[in-house]
């Protein structure tokens, strides 16, 4: 809305005539013509309120002696209304000449007292007076409201440039939190590729060793790429949680089976270092709401970082009992302890007992704060305890039995952390079945065409999409594993040349996922690409057989 503007010429003020004789009316307003004022007429007090109420006057000329409601009632109820409080009064009367009826006027409010016949360039004189006082506010008022309609004006400017600039900073914050999700996707890609490789060869290779030396260089590169591993997946897990994209896919979970695999994962880092593992599991544990690979996770980091502050020939023990309405985890060791004044920091990320360049341990600091978030995530307390340095830590983990329902949950598929790999012996079985895998890069198409081969499928191996396409109908495989990232096209496009087939050419053919990528993003895209798996390199050979078969017995079926 625009601001009024003061310098224009004012509006003719408003003049009230009120008096019951018409007569009087055009007289009067003959009287104030010369003024050139809006004269607007009252017959009746009741009327004359009325008008009052809706209108703004410079000067109300009052009659005494009128019908109903005489002009001192009229004035006592101006002076009580929102709208007539103020207006000056100027009483007209022939019949009430008295000094008494006069003081009776003023006390009523009145500004003059005038009684007739009157001088008319005397009732002139006081209207223009109560005029031009009428125009002088009128101006200031107008100024005023220009001067509010500036200042709101200019607020509002300003908050639309706060809009604009808070608009603009969000959009470059969601364009570099994207860039950071692209980057950190990108570099797990990279790194889980060669990664991938070295893990699966490694295992094969040490499966096939002879000689000792040659099988504890493979443990050695095997145990060194899972660390390397660790890091990735931690600071992947950070960049959700921060992100506020850490889902939890809660199931009923038996506790031991977490522990267990949790147990099976640390054993060889213990065994290397000559640290006991003692694992004392209650019977009545039971089950409790969770994710299971998060509570494996969990369970495994804090176990990791047990043994790895234990010295050989240390205990790390792994201890679990039922309290309701929760189960009890704890972790204790003998190992270096932690110092009294840096116990309150210990789940902070980046945050380490001893950051030297000669520090004896590695890793970033974001194990034990990424499993607080998990902790809390499921609704779960954890605390550590250490009477100080050289006499050891423990750890005791609170996990709610039933997870209340203000906990965040969906039904993303877990990412499995390569860290869970054990090198157990194959039992799946692929004897017969056809498989086609593509992948670009050579290392881990042959490790995954190994892999599945030695489980005993059928493999053809593609390495680009046009490759795959073109011996498809050929091979007529059972299940395809495909890489997503491959120069040129990409899977993706391999899925959707093979959903566009017909089913009697293979367009059903269950396929499977298999990449680098590992967010969760990642696989709720693949899932609706049309895939019907998704794994994650570097690749569980058990798991990954176990899929392949669930899928193959599925389409035959």
């Not at 203000?406 to 390569?418: C, D, L, Q």
Request: aromatic share 4%.
């Amino acid at each position: 809305m625009a601001a009024p503007d003061p310098s224009a010429p004012p509006e003719p003020a408003g003049v009230l005539v009120v008096d019951d004789a018409p007569a009087n009316l055009v007289a009067l307003g003959v009287v104030l013509a010369p003024l050139g004022v809006r004269v607007v007429e009252a017959r009746s007090g009741a009327e004359a309120l009325e008008k009052v109420e809706h209108e703004r006057f410079a000067v109300v000329l009052l009659d005494v002696q009128m019908p109903e409601m005489d002009g001192f009632e009229v004035a006592r109820r101006l002076r009580q209304s929102a709208t007539g409080a103020e207006v000056p009064i100027i009483f007209l009367t022939a019949m009430h000449r008295d000094e008494q009826y006069a003081r009776k006027g003023y006390a009523s409010g009145a500004a003059d007292y005038i009684t007739k016949p009157f001088d008319a360039d005397v009732l002139c004189a006081r209207v223009k007076a109560f005029v031009d006082l009428f125009h002088q506010h009128e101006r200031r008022r107008v100024e005023q409201v220009a001067e509010r309609t500036r200042e709101r004006d200019r607020a509002l400017e300003q908050l639309a440039r706060l809009l604009e600039s808070e608009r603009a900073s969000r959009r470059e914050a969601e364009i570099a939190n994207s860039a950071k999700d692209a980057f950190l996707a990108t570099v797990s890609h990279e790194l889980r590729t060669p990664l991938s490789a070295i893990l699966g060869w490694s295992v094969i290779a040490r499966r096939h060793a002879c000689a000792p030396e040659v099988e504890r260089a493979l443990s050695i590169i095997e145990r060194n790429a899972r660390a390397q591993m660790r890091i990735i997946e931690d600071v992947l897990d950070l960049g959700r949680i921060v992100g506020g994209k850490m889902r939890l896919e809660l199931s009923t979970t038996r506790v031991a089976d977490a522990i267990e695999g949790a147990v099976l994962a640390v054993r060889p880092a213990a065994d290397s270092k000559r640290v006991r593992l003692d694992v004392r599991v209650d019977e009545d544990t039971g089950d409790i709401d969770a994710d299971p690979d998060r509570l494996q996770q969990i369970v495994w980091n804090v176990l990791s970082n047990a043994i790895k502050f234990t010295p050989s020939g240390g205990r790390v023990e792994v201890s679990s009992a039922r309290r309701e309405p929760a189960v009890i985890i704890e972790i204790r060791d003998d190992g270096l302890g932690i110092p009294a004044d840096f116990l309150p920091s210990v789940f902070e990320p980046f945050r380490q007992a001893d950051g030297s360049t000669a520090r004896r341990q590695g890793g970033l600091g974001l194990g034990l704060s990424i499993v607080k978030e998990l902790v809390h995530a499921h609704g779960g307390t954890i605390s550590a305890q250490s009477e100080g340095e050289g006499r050891g830590a423990t750890f005791t983990i609170e996990m709610p039995i039933h997870v209340s329902p203000e906990v965040e949950h969906e039904s993303i598929p877990a990412m499995p952390r390569a860290e869970a790999v054990d090198g157990a012996p194959r039992e799946t079985r692929l004897d017969g079945v056809r498989l086609l895998v593509v992948d670009d890069d050579d290392d881990s198409r042959e490790l995954i065409a190994c892999i599945l081969t030695d489980h005993g499928a059928n493999v053809t191996s593609a390495a680009s999409v046009e490759e795959a396409l073109r011996v498809f109908e050929r091979v007529g495989p059972d299940v395809v594993l495909s890489d997503i990232a491959m120069p040129g096209s990409d899977g993706y496009s391999l899925i959707r040349g093979i959903r566009a087939l017909p089913a009697g050419r293979g367009g059903a053919t269950p396929a499977v996922a298999l990449t680098a990528y590992a967010r969760a993003v990642d696989a709720e895209r693949a899932l609706a690409a049309g895939f019907q798996a998704h794994v994650t390199k570097p690749v569980d050979p058990e798991r990954l057989a176990r899929v392949v078969s669930d899928l193959a017995s599925g389409a035959a079926t």
